[in-house]
């Protein structure tokens, strides 16, 4: 029986790969990887339902600078879900249903 290539295997390989071969490699990955398969929001991102984000992946969540993100919670319009030690801890749907208000209020 062959033996299956593993991620391990597979990244030592990429490493090995001349510079212009891995871009080729990257192109060709994103172009033809995942083609046909439309996944909706909750496929893609159902698993994180529950979770919680720290402040620096809550602003990148949202796509806001840090300054931005610190504004949003010392005005009062975001709430931090948890603390863990000195860290404030954001829910995901508080986040989801906060971006999706930023999306309306633009327009």
Do not use: I, W
Not at 45 to 51: C, E, I, K, P
Not at 67 to 85: E, I, Q
């Amino acid at each position: 029986m062959a033996h299956a290539m593993t991620a391990d295997d597979l990244f030592q390989n990429l490493k090995r790969m001349p510079a212009t071969e891995r871009q080729r490699f990257f192109a060709l990955l994103s172009a033809n990887a995942f083609r046909g398969e439309d996944l909706s929001h909750e496929e893609l991102f159902g698993h994180l339902a529950s979770d919680e984000f720290t402040a620096a992946e809550a602003a990148e969540y949202l796509e806001v600078s840090m300054s931005t993100f610190r504004r949003f919670v010392a005005s009062g319009r975001l709430h931090p879900s948890s603390t863990v030690g000195r860290n404030q801890m954001f829910a995901v749907p508080d986040l989801k249903a906060f971006k999706k208000a930023m999306k309306t209020a633009k327009g």
